[in-house]
């Protein structure tokens, strides 16, 4: 069975750790993310040849006065920003992270607008959305209230890791 | 220009021998390999084997990396060839079989014995209390007790991306799930790394060793992988030597498969081998068995004889009690009291009648030793028929020709007596308490001598006048509470004391003596002084009023009312009437 490292990334409140919370199998609780910034699942995903087991490091909520810990997307395979699209800013720090992540690593991402099952409210037009877009191999609508678009986003990085 | 000339001609020795190294070994060495790959054969096969006993020897690692080609090949061949295998082992099996039930039946009956042992023992039961009181199951606190450390679980770990390689185990409940384990290990190392990097050197900080109270984390880091493992007890060095040894080794086997992972870890099952190598465990020496503590044992020795000194005295005690107690038996004797005084003693209080067996004499004939019982005694008269029956011997034991028959309890008296001795017998019967004498129990006697020379003597009529006096004297009339009326009982008991009297006049008479009686009134308590006088006189001259009436002249009676009669035993019996009857010479 192929094993995968790949990082949860996102501003703070975006809700990435209730996006997979439902999703994943995980022992460690949430307090680790406030201890030491991180914590980790893991997903056993079937595609069309294999199992892949994603190892999900669910890396604490990013700001823009909070330090980036590069060190945790060492050997990462991929990585996943989350973003919350009844919040403009969430995109923008989004953006901040994709920038930090490419310094340091050359891994696929894919981006996750979360909170779908809320009216969008954020004020970024389509035109500058699909320019955004261009900057990840995939983007997924999400919520993590119904689970949409969860396990098509899993089953997706798991194939492209695969490919 | 000399050392120019020099230097030009060295530079094309070089030259030349650069090139005649060329012709006889060929462009980089070609000539020589080629002749050696001709050979190649020959020349390994000659060594081959020393080859492989010498690097074995040397660090065993031979045996590691040929046990999974063999382990391969085996299974393959017998996942071909099956059939010829199950024809090869077919006769192998039967034996195989019953060795393995043997062994397990063995092993079965080991494993009890030790659980048993452990289950029953104070040490087990000690365990059991303890492995309760902390929170753990039994086995495991009976590994913690039992190994002075021991390596549970060990993680082999890819550096780079903080995947799980291989991991092995005992197969204890304590295993974790590996996998998520070893990629938080890495973060936790990348956390430390990252928050206590001092910036004064570019050296990366690593964990090394993570303690809690049951276990050790001990991490061992390479350049492309690291090796964890999870320690119960004291873990001394040689762990974390073999850790490294196997590190190493591990990085010299699997350099390539390393560099090229790509989450596939299959290539690193055959690493096991190594792995194992780490689970090490140490079982914690006994203690020292033969030292013992003389002084407690002697101590507990001392208290255990006291013990059973008190316990032999207070059985002794215990019996000598139930011996004692049987002084209640006693005809006359009455227990009050019994129990023990001291260690050995016994305090006796009992009631006795004077006429029985003293408490002395009992003890020495039931074989009691006297020193051994404190005894107070206080008299009483007993009604008991076997005291009475003593007393009643002991009377006639004064007229040795009279003989006593028991019908139950009523004595009937035979043998021959003067008339005298019949009277005085029948006045000593008549007066002892409890035998309530009747005289037809003196009617078998046979009397000797005559009727006439009886009547003459004067001190038989005498005896004869005392003992009817006696009787009278024995009377006593009933009254209710506060009365003085005289019932018809009361009545018919006078009508019997005046013709008693009468009949004493006449014998009286004859004696020349004169007779009177005396009327005696009393009361109980109950009312005043002076109302109670004047009852008991009432009383008292009531009889004498009936006497009268019935006959016995006024001048032989006299009444008298004593009042009250104060004794507590007396009670109701306290309202009555007595008599006496007085004689005087010259009548």
């Known amino acids: 069975m192929i094993q995968k490292k790949i990082c949860l990334l996102g501003a703070t409140g975006v809700g990435k750790t209730s996006l997979v919370k439902q999703y994943v199998e995980g022992i460690f609780s949430e307090k680790y993310l406030t201890s030491i910034g991180v914590k980790i699942d893991k997903k056993q995903v079937e595609t069309e040849n294999q199992t892949v087991q994603l190892m999900i490091w669910d890396i604490e909520g990013i700001d823009r006065y909070c330090g980036f810990q590069a060190k945790y997307l060492r050997g990462a395979s991929a990585f996943i920003i989350v973003t919350d699209h009844t919040r403009s800013q969430s995109l923008v720090e989004g953006l901040d992270i994709l920038k930090m992540v490419k310094e340091v690593a050359d891994i696929p991402g894919v981006l996750a607008v979360n909170k779908v099952d809320l009216p969008a409210s954020w004020h970024w037009s389509e035109t500058e959305l699909a320019e955004i877009k261009q900057g990840f191999v995939q983007f997924f609508n999400t919520s993590a209230k119904t689970g949409d678009g969860v396990e098509p986003m899993f089953t997706h990085i798991a194939k492209v890791l695969t490919a | 220009m000399a050392d120019l000339n020099e230097q030009s ?49 040397q660090d065993g690692s031979v045996n590691k990396v040929l046990l999974p080609i063999v382990e391969k090949s085996v299974e393959k061949s017998i996942a071909t060839n099956s059939d010829r295998f199950v024809s090869y082992l077919y006769p192998l099996i039967g034996s195989l079989v019953r060795k393995s039930v043997t062994a397990f039946i063995t092993e079965l009956l080991e494993k009890t014995n030790t659980l048993i042992e452990n289950s029953l023992t104070i040490k087990g039961l000690t365990w059991r209390f303890k492995a309760w009181q902390s929170g753990v199951t039994f086995s495991q606190y009976a590994a913690s007790q039992t190994f002075a450390f021991r390596v549970e679980q060990v993680f082999l770990i890819h550096r780079e991306t903080g995947l799980l390689l291989n991991s092995v185990s005992l197969g204890l409940e304590l295993e974790a799930d590996a996998d998520m384990v070893s990629s938080m290990l890495t973060a936790i190392n990348d956390f430390v790394s990252d928050s206590f990097n001092t910036n004064t050197g570019k050296v990366e900080q690593n964990l090394d060793v993570v303690r ?13 992988a690291s090796v964890v493992a999870a320690i119960t007890g004291n873990m001394p060095q040689g762990v974390a030597n073999q850790l490294q040894t196997t590190l190493e080794e591990i990085h010299k086997l699997y350099d390539k498969e390393l560099d090229k992972f790509d989450g596939d870890s299959i290539p690193f099952n055959n690493s096991e081998h190594q792995l194992r190598d780490c689970l090490m465990t140490v079982l914690k020496p006994e203690h020292d068995s033969s030292k013992k503590p003389w002084m407690a044992w002697t101590v507990v020795l001392l208290i255990l004889l006291g013990c059973g000194f008190l316990l032999v005295k207070r059985w002794n005690s215990h019996e000598l009690m139930n011996q004692v107690r049987l002084i209640d038996n006693a005809p006359g004797i009455l227990l009050t009291s019994i129990e023990t005084s001291g260690l050995e003693q016994i305090q006796l209080e009992v009631l006795r009648d004077p006429a029985s067996v003293s408490i002395q004499e009992w003890l020495e004939l039931n074989g009691i030793d006297s020193n051994l019982v404190i005894f107070k005694e206080r008299a009483y008269l007993s009604l008991d028929p076997l005291l009475i029956k003593h007393k009643t011997e002991k009377i006639i034991a004064d007229y040795p020709n009279v003989k006593v028959d028991w019908v139950g309890d009523f004595p009937k008296f035979s043998g021959n007596v003067t008339n005298l001795d019949k009277l005085l017998l029948q006045g000593e019967l008549t007066k002892l308490i409890g035998l309530n004498f009747q005289t ?120 008298i009312g004593l009042g009250v009669i104060e004794l507590e035993t007396a009670k109701d019996a306290a309202r009555k009437v007595m008599f006496n009857v007085v004689y005087f010479e010259g009548g």
Not at chain 2, 542 to 558: C, T, Y
């Open chain 2, 9 to 57: 001609s060295s530079n094309s020795d070089t030259a030349q021998m650069r090139q005649i190294r060329q012709l006889v070994l060929g462009e980089d060495g070609l000539h020589v390999r080629q002749t050696l790959k001709d050979n190649a054969r020959e020349l390994v096969g000659e060594v081959f084997t020393e080859a492989l006993h010498d690097r074995e020897t």
């Open chain 2, 212 to 224: 809690t109270d049951d276990f050790t984390l001990l991490l061992k880091k390479g350049p492309k």
């Open chain 2, 440 to 559: 037809n129990w003196l009617d078998d006697l046979i009397i000797e001598g005559t009727e006439s020379t009886a009547s003459d003597d004067p001190e038989l009529v005498r005896a004869i006048l005392d003992l009817n006096i006696a009787k009278i004297d024995r009377v006593s009339i009933a009254f209710e509470a506060g009365q003085s009326d005289l019932s018809e009982q009361a009545i018919e008991k006078l009508i019997s004391v005046k013709q008693q009297f009468n009949n004493l006049i006449e014998v009286a008479e004859q004696q020349e003596l004169s007779l009177g009686l005396i009327i005696m009134g009393a009361s109980d308590t109950v009312g005043t002084v002076s109302f109670n006088k004047i009852l008991s006189q009432k009383r008292a001259d009531n009889v004498k009023l009936k006497l009268q009436e019935l006959g016995i002249a006024d001048s032989r009676l006299n009444a």
